[in-house]
């Protein structure tokens, strides 16, 4: 481990320009989440900054510890699978963990439909999330394997033919059940970060998180080396079928845990990498954290901004927000990217 | 390094049959033969990239096939013959990769003989990417040179196939180099007139299979390689007694 542990670059000559946006990325992330913890929007429509009474302030807080979690997480993760499939249009949900978590709020949906449960507005849903992104993961790693170890272009087939069953059952599973069930699928689906959490899931999220951040970091050496390919970093020493099997499994259940937390937010897993690539380069020692804040930074920024835009319906799911904000910022850096490699 | 009836299958095919062969340490041996002749799986096979289907490797006693893989990345460096151009590194940290295994005081003083050694101190800083295929070529051996711990294995698959007159004779001379010091230099080979003035041993493959193995001069006769390689060659005598060899003109 040792030798995975090694940098390449934050002992190189140019530390200041990886470590210095890494901390200014890290002061934006902290000052994101105070300006969430400050905004409200008053009753009669307008927006105010200001510490929270103390009985909102739980609240607040709940909903920052979620967004660090399911932001920091997505940003992990699509960070671990742009460099471990070697593909910049990976995201974490190439590994079916939505569509298998969206699979298992679904079943358990109709389950509880028919059994005259659903129309409770507690109902915990994280738990078939939970089970149902597992299962979806277990699979696609299953069969995404070449020579026994998962294969990048075996692991995104199969993530996808999985994430296309999945998405059939739900629609089946949708067809099934009462009108009301469809309308409040559909609100999960477009993802929300929750205001109120127990204490014990809040914790486990959060190690889960928090140990695949740790572990990844640890094994950056040897990320560095496997975009060279894999026979080279296998001559370099990389375990390369154990990095991917080992690193594929903390992305999929990091992704897990936020989607049962949240829901499935899109885009932020796609782009955070992106930012943090411009921000910090390529080396992951400082290229996983800096997708961890850009995450956070996205997911409570735009929790934040949805506490501020009032469209009459009610605040807006985050999942819209990141999805409309995100899309065009992804093309704009797409063309960024394009703009710099034309002669 | 010791080859003890080496069998290699890819996809069900047989690649390399019942090689049994050993390299020196202090010596550069070449390997050669025609096209699809094996060379390139031979290397991989010996760097640990291929698993044989039957027969054993050992490195000193140590079976190459289940050496602990930090453990092989410090004794056994290999240059590819292609590798990705468009990683997002710098030369030096191209480089620092083959030292990760190193102490950092250590590896940076690794580092810098190898980019010293192959004339890339001034391009230490430059994207990986945006060098010529014969520099990235250069910044590959580099990596390989401060991987490896004396005495090792140095494998290089056509290392000579990218760089002009100049790059190839300093690597040709890096080459010499590492071998006085004592690891053993295999490398894989087209011109046979090169493999002939630089190589102490000559491996001469077909069709998967060991035509030959000794030193250059037994190894490539005129008749051997006419039925290897169904072409003719012409042996020239150099000034200092080794031959060089080319292909006959018609």
Known sequence: MSMAATSITVH????????????????LAVGICVLRYAIDRAPGGGVTLAWPEADWAVFRRTSIFAGLIVGGGLGLAGGLMQSLLRNP????????????????????????????????????????????????????????????????????????????????????????????????????MMGTLPEIASSPQLILAGVVVLGGIV???????????SLLGDDEARTLGVPIGPL????????????????????????????????????????????????VLVGVVIVVGADAARQAIDLGSGRLPIGVLTILAGGPVFLWLLRREVRSLEA | MKLDHVSVNLGGCPILKDISVHA????????????????????????????????????DDQNVVTMRAAK?????????????????????????????HRGPSEARHAVDGALETCELSELASRPFATLSVGQQQRAVIARALAQISSPGVLLLDEPLAALDLRYASTILG???????????????????????????????LSDGQLEAAGPPDTVLSEDRLERVYGARFERLQRQDGRDWIIPATA
């Open chain 1, 12 to 27: 190189g000559p140019h530390a200041s320009r990886t470590v210095l946006p890494l901390i200014a990325l890290l002061l």
């Open chain 1, 89 to 188: 249009l990976a995201s974490p949900y190439l590994l079916g963990v939505s569509s298998g978590a969206g699979l298992g709020v679904m079943a358990a949906m109709a389950i509880a439909a028919s059994a005259g449960m659903v129309s409770a507005a507690t109902v915990d849903w994280s738990v078939p999330a939970m089970l149902g992104a597992i299962g979806a993961l277990v699979v696609v790693l299953a069969l995404g394997r070449r020579n026994g170890w998962p294969d990048p272009v075996t692991v995104l087939l199969s993530g996808v033919v999985v994430a296309t069953i999945c998405a059939g059952g739900m629609m089946l599973l949708q067809h099934m059940v009462p009108m009301d069930v469809r309308g409040r699928f559909l609100t999960w």
């Open chain 1, 215 to 225: 572990a990844s970091v640890m094994m950056s050496g040897w990320l560095d080396a």
């Open chain 1, 244 to 291: 991917r099997l080992v690193l594929l499994g903390v992305a999929g259940m990091v992704t897990a845990v936020t989607v049962a937390m949240a829901g499935p937010i899109g885009f932020v897993g796609l782009i955070a990498p992106h930012v943090a690539r411009r921000t910090v380069g390529h080396s992951h020692v400082v290229l996983l954290p800096a997708t």
């Open chain 2, 24 to 59: 020196q340490a202090g010596e550069v041996t070449g390997i050669l033969g025609p096209n699809a002749a094996g060379k390139t799986t031979l290397l991989r096979t010996i760097a640990g990239l291929v698993k044989p289907a039957e027969g054993t490797l050992h490195l």
């Open chain 2, 72 to 100: 092989r990345a410090a004794s056994i460096g290999f240059v590819p013959q292609r590798f990705r151009g468009e990683v997002p590194f710098t030369v030096r940290q191209i480089v620092a990769m083959g030292a990760r």
């Open chain 2, 174 to 204: 890096i080459i010499r180099q590492r071998a006085r010091q004592g690891d053993t230099v295999i490398v894989s080979l087209h011109d046979l007139g090169i493999a002939s003035a630089s190589c102490d041993q000559a491996w001469l």
